[in-house]
């Protein structure tokens, strides 16, 4: 399992992908461009970011995406919205939830025809099952 990235450079990389105002200023200024945005860097953070080559820092910002729903967070100017979007900012985990849906369809019996034709039979509930 690859290592997990580091909160602080998560944000400022992601922010870096959606704003090239930011970009700019994430490759010349490094960990100082953390402070534009209100994010304070572990001091281990700001010792790995200034450890990245320029080029594959580049690379790695061009590689990253932002989900949609969390772009605007990351053009605003406030890291605390930004950590928020990532899932971090009230201590949660950030999950995906696959919503409600039926185990399968079924189309409901049809009523029946005459007064001689017995009722459909119910299939009744059913346990899920793993």
Known sequence: M?????RGIEVLVKKASVD????????ER??????EIGLALAP?????LGAI???????????TTVDPMSRAAFLGKAA???LAALGSGAGCIPFMSM???ANRFRPLPEPPKSETEPPPVSNGIRPDRP
Request: net charge positive.
């Open 20 to 27: 090239p105002a930011f970009r700019a200023l994430l490759l």
């Open 30 to 35: 490094r960990a100082g461009a953390a402070g």
């Open 80 to 82: 605390a919205l930004m």
């Open 2 to 6: 690859p290592a997990a990235i580091p």
């Open 99 to 101: 919503g409600i849906r």
């Open 53 to 63: 080559p320029a080029a594959q820092l580049e690379a790695i910002i061009a590689r």
């Open 44 to 48: 281990a953070e700001a010792a790995m």
